[in-house]
């Protein structure tokens, strides 16, 4: 099966790359010789550049920030990564991500790194801040309903 990069995969593509099915959100890429370490395997630095990219596609895709003037300020709290298995050059890898709780103006994401198996998962608190950085926003109802209904997010 040929992988399309950087755009979010159907469900099906999703589970023929052995990703299970509570993760929502996915998008294909490749690693890069400039993903790489002085050990030939990806750089740890590398993987924060990859847990970006998808955070940006689930915000715009769930709605909650389109980048644009006026959008709330989405702040990366705190992340933590775990490594499970190195990566190397030219593998075919696809980023995940998924909310697992939230509260009233910041929530839980997780993101999952997989080729062929778990090969990184990470965990971040984001929290919403107002367009002009004055102080914190509550999350919109749509945005909690969502993460519910998609994510299976619990209210925390």
């Known amino acids: 099966m040929t992988l399309i990069y950087h755009t979010p995969l ?3 593509v999703l ?13 294909a890429d490749r690693v890069h010789f400039g993903d790489l370490d002085a050990l030939q395997h990806v750089n740890n630095a590398a993987y924060l550049k990859w847990l970006e990219n998808i955070r940006i596609h689930y915000f715009k895709d769930w709605g909650i920030c389109h980048y644009q003037d ?3 300020r989405m702040v990366l709290k705190a992340l933590s990564i775990e490594y499970h298995k190195e990566m190397s050059l030219n593998e075919d890898y696809v980023l995940t991500a998924r909310t697992v709780s939230f509260r009233n103006t910041s929530f839980t994401h997780e993101y999952g790194v997989f080729c062929g198996d778990l090969r990184v998962s990470a ?11 004055s102080g914190k926003m509550a999350l919109p109802e749509d945005v909690k309903q969502r993460f519910v209904e998609i994510d299976r997010a619990d209210a925390g």
């Open 15 to 27: 589970r023929a790359q052995n990703v299970p099915d509570d993760w929502p959100i996915g998008i």
């Open 70 to 72: 006026g959008d709330p």
């Open 123 to 133: 965990r971040a608190v984001i929290v919403m801040m107002q367009p002009d950085g």
């Open 10 to 12: 159907p469900r099906e």
